[in-house]
């Protein structure tokens, strides 16, 4: 049985639903009260091969900077 959340918590929260999501778990997600997607496992398959990439990729790579410094640059610009 999936479970239901709000378009906005989804959001806030997408790395969790994702990692339940990667556990089994499913999700429907409503806006308004009203479903509009269903956030689920893939089943019999692999990861596809670019995503897997791309998580090799961006391993171990750093902004080069604190957070707050990047967050304090963007608002000067």
């Known amino acids: ?30 806006k308004h009260g009203r479903p509009v997607a269903r956030l689920t496992p893939i089943r019999g398959s692999q990861r596809p091969a670019v995503v897997s990439e791309l ?10 900077l604190p957070i707050r410094e990047a967050i304090d640059a963007g608002r000067r610009h």
């Open 55 to 64: 998580l090799a990729f961006r391993r171990g790579k750093r902004l080069g």
């Open 1 to 30: 049985m999936a479970h239901t959340i709000g378009s906005y918590e989804a959001k806030t929260h997408l790395a969790r639903l994702l990692d339940d999501v990667e556990a089994g778990e499913a999700y429907v997600i409503t």
